[in-house]
């Protein structure tokens, strides 16, 4: 198993803005997965981080408006940069079982929720 | 898209009895995973039944999978107040793939 902590849990900011999120594992894991809840709605991946390379993002997600980073093997930052109302949702960190290597049985975060005034 | 649907998307019942949540994909997976959300905090993984299965049970929970129609169900037996979350499904190619996840179903369970 794995125990993540995940902060801040919340906050409210201000259009315009930028927010860093901070997830830490308590094990060394592969890969960590960053996802967007938008409010009422299911779980979408934003990228995947490796240690040691730049972040993998899925369609629809930039990296100049989420950069990420992935400076150690438990430890992962995503930034919501230059916000607007639209950002609006819960932002959850994940990594996968067996060290992070699978997509099987992800842990997650407790996420963070943020509101952009 | 290639997300799962999930129905019902929301679900009230009362203690004791049970819940049954359905899922259905549309690509080829190597396994199916089911997690539980509360009150839009962290998911916490459930159950993981595989392609080549077609039951899975864990204590008050049921899977099923039927991968010729592309579809499991989730069944939590004798209802608890406790059990109020959002339940989703995700689906899993193997290996380093992304996990897909459904919609999710609301579950209310009134004592």
């Known amino acids: 198993s794995a125990v993540i902590s995940q902060k801040p849990s919340r906050d409210i900011c201000q259009r315009g803005t930028s927010l860093t999120i901070q997830c830490q594992v308590d094990?060394?894991?592969?890969?960590m997965f960053w996802y967007r809840q938008q409010p009422g709605q299911s779980l979408t991946l934003i990228a995947t981080a490796n240690q040691g390379s730049e972040a993998t993002y899925e369609s629809g997600f930039v990296i100049d408006k989420f950069p990420i980073s992935r400076p150690n093997l438990t430890f992962s930052t995503l930034t919501v940069s230059n916000m607007s109302p639209e950002d609006s949702s819960i932002y959850l960190c994940?990594?996968?079982?067996?060290?992070?290597?699978?997509?099987?049985?992800?842990?997650f975060g407790s996420g963070t929720q943020l509101s952009v005034l | 898209s290639q997300q799962g649907e999930e129905d019902p998307q929301a679900l009230s019942i009362q203690e004791g009895e049970n819940a049954t949540m359905n899922c259905s994909y549309k690509?080829?997976?190597?396994?199916l995973q089911w997690y539980r959300q509360n009150s839009g905090r962290g998911l916490v993984h459930l159950i993981l039944?595989?392609?080549?299965?077609r039951e899975k049970h864990s204590g008050r929970l049921r899977v099923t999978l039927d991968t010729s129609k592309k579809s499991s169900s989730l069944l939590i037996t004798a209802s608890r107040a406790a059990d109020t979350a959002s339940y989703f499904c995700?689906?899993?190619?193997?290996?380093?793939?992304?996990?897909?996840f459904g919609a999710g179903t609301r579950l209310a369970v009134h004592p």
């Open positions: 994940s990594v996968g079982g067996q060290g992070g290597t699978t997509n099987e049985k992800l842990f």
């Open positions: 995700a689906t899993g190619a193997g290996g380093y793939n992304k996990l897909i």
């Open positions: 690509t080829s997976i190597n396994n």
């Open positions: 094990s060394q894991v592969t890969m």
């Open positions: 039944i595989r392609s080549n299965e």
